[in-house]
């Protein structure tokens, strides 16, 4: 086995402490802080370090997690459903 693959085998054998997209928390963004996220977004894609570094307090995983959770298929159910769950605790 050369280095290269060497390298491979130990990164992958390595635990990982990643969390299934399904399980994050969403995120809460004030409206200054999404309207900046969608108009960076337009202009530089997802470059998330270089969003971040416009929004103060924010790492660029969030901001991704973030823009993820609002553009993605898997999350428009549980928004519906976390919607239709505030409408009916304020009525």
Not at 52 to 67: D, L, M, Q, T, V
Request: proline share 1%.
């Amino acid at each position: 086995m050369d280095k290269r693959h060497q390298k491979q085998a130990k990164t992958s054998s390595c635990c990982s402490q990643e969390v299934s997209s399904i399980e994050w928390e969403f995120i809460n963004m004030s409206e200054q802080e999404e309207d900046l996220i969608y108009r960076m977004y337009k202009l530089v894609g997802d470059r998330w370090g270089l969003i971040s570094g416009r929004i103060p307090g924010r790492k660029a995983e969030e901001i991704e997690r973030f823009w993820i959770m609002r553009h993605g298929a898997v999350f428009a159910k549980r928004r519906s459903e976390l919607k239709r769950r505030c409408k009916n605790s304020s009525s």
